[in-house]
């Protein structure tokens, strides 16, 4: 099984939240860094076992409250639509 860490620990604004994303996914350039595009890319990422561990989730400034909602709602999206991919928040 695949594992890839998302690592949000310094993240203060929502570019870097997409950076992050982008780069230990490998997203393509034209990645669009928003939540359609996060969805879009993810929807259509794999087709072998991956776990993704999100790490300093909790950190990120209230203020993105929503937008992490946002975020883990496209993950059990994906974990729905793709059962061999699986997130979990491990701090």
Avoid: Q, T
């Amino acid at each position: 099984m695949e594992k890839i860490v998302l690592d949000f620990s310094n993240c203060k604004y929502a570019s870097e939240i997409h950076k992050v994303i982008k780069e230990a996914f490998s997203f393509p350039d034209y990645y669009g860094a928003n939540l359609s595009a996060l969805w879009d890319c993810l929807d259509c990422y794999c087709d072998y076992d991956l776990i993704v561990y999100i790490r300093g989730f909790e950190l990120l400034p209230d203020e993105f409250n929503d937008y992490k909602i946002k975020i883990l709602e496209i993950f059990a999206r994906v974990s729905e639509k793709s059962p061999n991919i699986f997130f979990k928040i491990i701090s």
